[in-house]
């Protein structure tokens, strides 16, 4: 069973940094993306960072301040958030697709105090 482990979260002033990290094990297909999504509080879950085949995308809300990336080796994959702002305040999933389907990591609070 494919389980994904989410680390990272917390409680960051406005312009900090945040980096959060996600393990997958029991991986028995092969990885089509790693990405993580967030939910903010009435609102719907919306994806923040997407990589595989070799692309990266991001939220045009993200865009220059998060850096999606993966560690192929040890199945993990980071989001680095950088210039954080009171609106990236959310919970954060790591999140994975193989050919057998996806997988939903536990939620990370992130909070950024203005």
């Known amino acids: 069973q494919v389980q994904l482990v989410v680390s990272g979260g917390g409680l960051v002033q406005a312009g900090g940094s945040l980096r959060l990290s996600c393990e997958a094990s029991g991986i028995r297909s092969s990885i089509n993306t790693m990405g993580w999504y967030r939910q903010a509080p009435g609102k719907q879950r919306e994806l923040v960072a997407i990589t595989g085949g070799g692309a990266r995308n991001y939220a045009d809300s993200v865009k220059g301040r998060f850096t999606i990336s993966r560690e192929n080796a040890k199945n993990m994959v980071y989001l680095q958030m950088t210039s954080l702002k009171p609106e990236d305040t959310a919970v954060y999933y790591c999140?994975?697709?193989?050919?057998?389907?996806?997988?939903w990591g536990q939620g990370t609070q992130v909070t950024v105090s203005s």
């Open positions: 999140t994975l697709r193989t050919t057998a389907g996806t997988v």
